[in-house]
């Protein structure tokens, strides 16, 4: 599934070599940490060619699927209709044949924790009012921060937890379906649908090539770093490697720009307008129509069931 190339980055004697103390430097730890979002980026191509359910969908059909289901999703204030739309990615994840492990720790790694992050001061009376769970502190009367009054007691909600679990579980059942479409659809494919639905080609254009520059750029920094390793005697100090990836930092800008600039004339030279050409077609089957049909139906079922339902 992974390209020998890429096996080689995180086993074997072929790693970043160590520094005299024995461990690898904030450096090393840095490019390691690089290169293993490219092998997750190689893992996740290979996922879009396995033989699951949403694999064998047109990518219109499954674009189009997905947003109806984010944007009912985004619409939704009942936590259970969240919970079972979360339960239903995991699912589709299963279906798929995609490691529902792996799937749901690259879902609540990143963009999950820090909307409850975010949503976190809303736990508090002082953001939100409402019934007590857990008392905090108390003030007494007249406290107050800088400009700002505080009540007399610091205590967290009932209301204001339920809000901030709502909030959370809202980002992730979206991230989770985002996730899905990115991870069993090829990029390549993945960009060509944007274009089949009507998004503007500056747009698509901009995603593809800065897709095509993460991994190009994240090469450079390791032949770097390999050159420098090859280099060095004896490891610097901290400040040492701290100056040295600043002056990198710079090249890197440099380099990037330059590159860029070469990239797009020979582009244009080429005939280049801004499509997305592949040698996949697109069709439309029966399948496609009712996976589109069932998404659209199920996130407007969904909202009206979230409506009737009593809010907690």
């Known amino acids: 599934m992974i390209p020998d190339w890429m096996r080689e980055v995180d086993t074997g004697p072929h790693q970043f070599p160590e520094t005299t103390q024995g461990k690898k430097g904030f450096v090393g730890k840095t490019i390691d940490g690089i290169f293993g979002f490219m092998e997750e980026a190689f893992v996740s191509e290979a996922s879009s060619r396995l033989p699951g359910v949403l694999q064998s969908l047109d990518p219109r059909a499954k674009l189009i699927s997905i947003l109806a289901i984010v944007f009912a999703t985004s ?4 936590l259970n209709v969240l919970i079972f739309i979360y339960l239903l990615t995991l699912l589709f994840a299963y279906l798929s044949k995609i490691d529902v492990l792996f799937f749901i720790k690259r879902v609540w790694l990143f963009i999950p924790v820090f909307a409850g992050i975010i949503a976190l001061p809303m736990i508090f009376n002082i ?53 899905l479409l990115f991870i069993t659809t090829s990029k390549q494919v993945l960009f060509k649908s944007l274009r089949s639905v009507g998004v503007p080609k500056l747009y698509v254009l901009t995603l593809e090539m800065s897709y095509r520059y993460i991994f190009l750029l994240m090469e450079l920094v ?34 990037s720009l330059d590159m860029s600039e070469k990239v797009h004339m020979a582009m244009t030279s080429r005939g ?41």
């Open 75 to 78: 619409l939704i204030g009942d």
């Open 127 to 179: 953001f939100i009012p409402g019934d007590p769970l857990i008392h905090l502190a108390n003030l007494g009367p007249g406290a107050h921060m800088g400009p700002f009054s505080l009540p007399e007691s610091i205590y967290i909600t009932r209301q204001g937890t339920v809000a901030a679990v709502i909030f959370t579980m809202r980002v992730a059942a979206c991230v989770s379906a985002v996730v």
């Open 222 to 255: 390791r032949e770097m770093y390999i050159a420098k390793k090859a280099r060095t005697i004896r490891a610097g100090g901290l400040f040492d490697e701290q100056k040295w990836v600043g002056g990198r930092m710079g090249y890197t800008l440099i380099r």
């Open 272 to 312: 280049f307008n801004g499509e997305v050409h592949i040698m996949q077609e697109f069709k439309f089957r029966n399948r496609d129509y009712l996976a589109g049909a069932t998404a659209i139906s199920l996130g407007i079922l969904l909202l009206l069931i979230s409506q009737n339902i009593p809010r907690i």
